[in-house]
């Protein structure tokens, strides 16, 4: 481990740590609460662990691929919970997590990316390139669309509502047509990035063993399974001795959680004035949300226990939406101020709040 500096084998060390204890806890029928707390930390933490081999991987990327990158495998612990969840019978947890961690990205990871980004900046304004942002809430507004409909439909009681099952299907196949669809051409027109403000860091190290780029994001990857089952496991007890609803629990604590790649790979970029790179994390990652992750769920649940469709309450369906055009007012032009960010973090905190009486 010659590549780690003294702090990130430290970092390693300890998610290492969080995540026997939560095992020894699970397994250990540890109380409720300590059980589910340091299985919380403990995909907080493997999902840092993933984000930071995947930064090693990306090194010598460009924005647009390492962004894919750490969004796709920094999403592996919401497939996981998600898939977890669906299995126990746990729907409302299941479509929490998948929605939260849509509204965790577009509102509270990108508000506060903003927020350091602008503030960094020397005149008060983060800029970045102007085709992720609107991209992203074209693949956001397609998902909505589908979502929205099914919504009013079962509001109406119309014909349509007695299908919603085959309509999440048709839909779940159509986004995934589009998001492969954008995807490809995306990846062609991205470019490697030049060295700059940031990035003398990682040029002045030398590049980390891909050997042990790969063990670390195997070793995340199984672990976060694991862990994901051990959070479930946790949560039914914890929440009904916390007094928590089950909506607060998927919107907020999963999200959160599960986000911890792009809170800390979108901040500490930000930070590093890489204003490209950091919109691409945060970006791609409620693309790939929306557009990949939510719709292969919708039909992989077909063989669970529990089936996922895009029927919502309404309360979530007017928050994807007014998120939608959130997130394109305040980003599709390509710059964006600290009080647009302090805005969407604004957003989120009412929503979160909203979902603690749910």
């Given at each position: 481990?010659?590549a780690?500096s003294?702090l990130?084998?430290?970092?390693?060390?300890?998610?290492a740590?969080?995540?026997?204890?939560?095992g020894l806890?699970?397994?250990g029928a540890?109380?409720?609460v300590?059980?589910?707390?340091?299985?919380t930390?403990?995909?907080?933490?493997?999902?840092?662990?993933v984000?930071?081999?995947?930064?090693?991987?990306?090194?010598?990327?460009?924005?647009?691929l390492t962004?894919m990158?750490?969004?796709t495998?920094?999403?592996?612990?919401?497939?996981?919970v998600v898939?977890f969840?669906?299995?126990k019978?746990?729907l409302?947890?299941?479509?929490?997590?998948?929605i939260?961690?849509i509204?965790?990205?577009?509102?509270?990871?990108?508000g506060?990316?903003?927020?350091?980004?602008?503030?960094r900046?020397?005149?008060?304004v983060m800029?970045?390139s102007?085709?992720?942002?609107?991209?992203t809430?074209?693949?956001?507004?397609?998902?909505?669309?589908?979502?929205v409909?099914?919504?009013?439909?079962?509001?109406?009681?119309?014909?349509?509502?007695?299908?919603?099952k085959?309509?999440?299907?048709?839909?779940a196949?159509c986004?995934?047509?589009v998001?492969?669809?954008?995807?490809?051409p995306?990846l062609?027109?991205?470019r490697?990035?030049?060295?700059g403000?940031?990035?003398e860091?990682s040029?002045?190290r030398?590049?980390?063993?891909?050997?042990?780029i790969?063990?670390?994001?195997?070793?995340?990857?199984?672990?976060s399974?694991?862990?994901?089952?051990?959070?479930?496991?946790?949560?039914?007890p914890?929440?009904?001795?916390?007094?928590l609803?089950q909506?607060?629990?998927?919107?907020?604590i999963?999200?959160?959680?599960?986000?911890?790649?792009?809170?800390?790979?979108?901040?500490?970029?930000?930070?590093?004035?890489?204003?490209?790179?950091?919109?691409?994390?945060v970006k791609?990652?409620?693309?790939?949300?929306?557009a990949?992750?939510?719709?292969l769920?919708?039909?992989?649940?077909?063989?669970l226990?529990t089936?996922?469709?895009?029927?919502l309450?309404?309360v979530?369906?007017?928050?994807?939406?007014?998120?939608?055009?959130a997130?394109?007012?305040?980003?599709?032009?390509?710059?964006?101020a600290?009080?647009?960010?302090?805005?969407?973090?604004?957003l989120?905190?009412v929503?979160?709040?909203?979902?603690l009486?749910?």
């Amino acid at each position: 481990m010659a590549a780690l500096s003294p702090l990130e084998r430290a970092a390693l060390l300890a998610v290492a740590i969080l995540t026997a204890l939560a095992g020894l806890a699970n397994y250990g029928a540890w109380p409720a609460v300590p059980r589910f707390a340091l299985a919380t930390l403990a995909l907080a933490g493997l999902a840092w662990l993933v984000s930071f081999a995947t930064g090693h991987l990306g090194e010598h990327l460009g924005p647009g691929l390492t962004g894919m990158l750490q969004s796709t495998l920094g999403n592996l612990p919401e497939l996981f919970v998600v898939i977890f969840a669906l299995q126990k019978g746990e729907l409302v947890v299941a479509q929490t997590a998948i929605i939260g961690s849509i509204l965790a990205n577009a509102l509270l990871v990108l508000g506060l990316v903003i927020i350091v980004g602008a503030n960094r900046s020397s005149d008060g304004v983060m800029r970045f390139s102007k085709r992720l942002p609107r991209d992203t809430a074209t693949l956001l507004l397609v998902t909505v669309f589908i979502i929205v409909l099914l919504g009013i439909s079962l509001a109406a009681h119309d014909p349509a509502s007695h299908h919603v099952k085959s309509i999440s299907v048709v839909g779940a196949v159509c986004l995934l047509v589009v998001y492969l669809a954008w995807l490809g051409p995306y990846l062609r027109a991205d470019r490697r990035p030049e060295r700059g403000a940031g990035q003398e860091d990682s040029a002045a190290r030398p590049p980390m063993d891909m050997r042990l780029i790969v063990a670390l994001l195997v070793i995340g990857g199984i672990a976060s399974a694991f862990v994901s089952d051990w959070f479930i496991n946790g949560l039914e007890p914890a929440i009904r001795q916390l007094n928590l609803s089950q909506a607060f629990a998927g919107l907020v604590i999963v999200a959160i959680a599960g986000n911890a790649v792009e809170n800390t790979a979108g901040l500490v970029l930000a930070w590093k004035r890489r204003s490209d790179l950091a919109i691409s994390v945060v970006k791609n990652s409620v693309a790939q949300i929306a557009a990949f992750l939510f719709p292969l769920l919708v039909l992989v649940s077909f063989a669970l226990a529990t089936t996922l469709t895009f029927a919502l309450a309404p309360v979530y369906i007017g928050a994807l939406a007014l998120t939608a055009l959130a997130v394109w007012q305040v980003t599709g032009d390509g710059e964006a101020a600290a009080f647009e960010g302090w805005a969407l973090v604004a957003l989120y905190v009412v929503l979160a709040t909203f979902t603690l009486y749910e």
